[in-house]
């Protein structure tokens, strides 16, 4: 499963640019299903299964987009000022190198500041991208990059850019190679633009119109010094119960968690109080319906160097797997 994580974060495809993800992802999947589609807003669509008189319409959603850059002013000594694909943190800029979709490289630093220990705001950086004028920049305005860092092996976890969310992604194609005979109709939804609030999430569950819906995604693990929150990277998905955008159905985190228990898998309570994820816009498409999210713990999200552990991703595709292969029971 390493290689699969390793391929698809090594390929750069940021919100509103997903083509070259999604047709790595296409090529995974197109053994498993005959009912494979692209929408309007470039989701990838794959359908497995029929609806039988104990199942549901589920619909299972990780996002294949990145947070990425994109180029708003060349200054006339040819420094590229940028703005953002999703949320870009400060603090990971300078030093950061970028690679632009048409093969520009860059590196990332910031005005000079009145204090030298002080982290600038996003509009203060700059990209570095070897010109020595506006004239010979190779970036025009539009222009769009993502981190350029590689994925390499820390122990039994891994560090890559852009494991959020194509951990999900891969998490979701290992489902789907495993599921057998499950008594629902699976609706598995490689979404776009997640990182620009959840648009291709939001037009895939109109038209899907599920019973319900599981999201998956990243979410902080900040078991280190001087930080407060229960999620720690080796203790198993995070079955989410809050975040800044929905509240997850009582039911759904109690059938979440009886699962788990009943196949002897280790997960963990989320309460997290920044971000959202997919789950927040399927909750209320149309007339609504019950939504949960497991959550994979990474490091130092939204950063050139994100971190999660192997164990937690094995056991994201047992419980899901377990989920989908069984009755749902609300009560």
Known sequence: MKNLIKKLTETSSPSGYESAIREVIRAEISSLSTNIKVDALGNLIVTMGKKTDKGLRIMIAAHMDEIGVIVSHVEK???V????????LPQYLVGSRVVFLNGVRGVINQDRPDDL???????????DVGAASDKDCPLKIGDVGVFDRGFVELGKRVSAKSLDDRVSCAVMIEVMKTIKNSPHELAFVFSTQEEVQSKGATTAAYEIEPDL????????SLDIVGVKMQVDLGKGPAIKVRDVGMLSDPRMVRWMEETAKKNNIAYQLEVLDIGTTDAKVMQISKAGMPTGALSIPCRYVHSPSEVLDMDDVQATVTLLTALLNSPVSLE
């Not at 703005?83 to 870009?88: A, M, Q, R, V």
């Open 213 to 220: 819906a599981i999201a998956l995604d990243v979410t902080p």
């Open 81 to 88: 000022r940028f703005s953002n694909l999703g949320t870009i």
């Open 117 to 127: 220990h002080k982290i600038m705001t996003q509009d203060k950086h700059f990209i």
């Open 77 to 79: 000594n040819g420094l």
